[in-house]
């Protein structure tokens, strides 16, 4: 089985405020709202939803096939994935254009604002798994990218019968209750966070209830307070967060958290142990500064696991290797 992943491919700009959003934000003048934040930080680094994926697909010891369009400046970045043991054959360079960017300003609340400039992901629907061999044996990752990609994406897994999950993630705002709609009505998996699901839920204008019974497996993250995993629309499994040191940096944690569900999904783990994966996967991301910068093999994760949820990981459950040893 190979797990192909689309998405977003970035150089991620980390800013951090030393002071609150709130406190310098004025409800009554948001329609004159014109702010400036004086940042103490700044550092950039390796990120886009698809690339974090990837890399902690890796980590837990799969060889992810990435499928995307990236810019001229993108070969450093491609030859360190590759390094971590990630296939970019699937990547398209544009030529004179940038791989995308993403700004990020977090404050001492860990609350974000985001500018995501899309640059040569724009092209990204232009791509076809068509010519990628995959059959009902793959799994694919369709995770934030262009409306039209997410769409392509969507009908040609229901077209080659390729099981696939759903994550449109920070790009919902942005899809038609069409897009949404289809993009369910093929998926596997459906994943989200339970402020996205309200909002895709009054876009199409279903309960929250019957969109998380629309697919058989819905996988409902909520922060701090773990996440749901529901099962053709019932309850399944309540998961936990994992302890972590520090948080030194939430961004990112998403995406691992989605690398270690789609392991789990793509080698039948059970559904319990799917969610803890993922939300272990998550605390290593939270504990780095940026999002690809963690690193672990297998004997610390399957330790780490066993002190966080109190049971051992099963032999074999992870294929995972030693981490490598190469660095950025």
């Known amino acids: ?190 994943v989200g966070n339970d402020y996205e699901f309200g909002m895709m839920a009054k876009m199409l204008e279903i309960s929250e209830e019957e969109l998380i019974a629309s697919v058989p497996l819905t996988v409902v993250t909520r922060g701090e307070a773990g996440s749901l995993i529901y099962v053709d629309g019932r309850l399944a499994a309540t998961i936990p967060t994992a302890p972590v040191s520090e948080v030194v940096d939430p961004t990112g944690a998403g995406d691992a958290y989605l690398a270690g569900l789609a392991l789990g999904i793509a080698h039948d783990l059970p559904i319990e142990m799917t969610g803890r994966v993922a939300a272990l996967a998550a605390a290593y991301a939270i504990e780095s500064r940026g999002c690809q910068e963690h690193r672990y093999g297998r004997e610390s994760f399957v330790e780490r696991y066993q002190s966080a949820f109190g049971h051992d990981l099963p032999a074999g459950a992870l294929a995972m290797d030693a981490v490598r040893s190469s660095v950025a």
């Open 1 to 190: 089985m190979r797990i192909v992943v689309t998405g977003s491919l970035a150089f991620d700009y980390i800013m951090d405020f030393p002071g609150h959003f709130k406190d310098h934000l004025l409800m009554e003048k948001q329609h004159i709202l014109s702010v400036s934040f004086l940042v103490d930080s700044m550092k950039r680094l390796r990120g886009g939803v698809a690339g974090n994926v990837a890399y902690n697909l890796a980590l837990l010891g799969e060889r992810p096939l990435m499928v995307g369009t990236v810019g001229q400046d993108f070969g450093e970045y491609r030859a360190w994935l590759e390094g971590q043991g990630v296939d970019t054959s699937g990547l398209v360079e544009i030529a004179n254009e940038f791989t995308a960017s993403c700004f990020i300003n977090t404050d001492r609340a860990n609350n974000q604002i985001v500018a995501f400039y899309p640059g040569a992901m724009s092209h990204d629907h232009k791509l076809s798994l068509a010519d990628l061999g995959l059959t009902g044996e793959d799994l694919v990752l369709i995770s934030p990218t262009t409306p039209e990609a997410i769409l392509s994406y969507a009908v040609e897994c229901q077209r080659l019968g390729i099981p696939y999950i759903f994550d449109p993630g920070k790009q919902s705002p942005r899809l038609s209750a069409d897009h949404i709609r289809t993009g369910l009505s093929g998926a596997r998996v459906f």
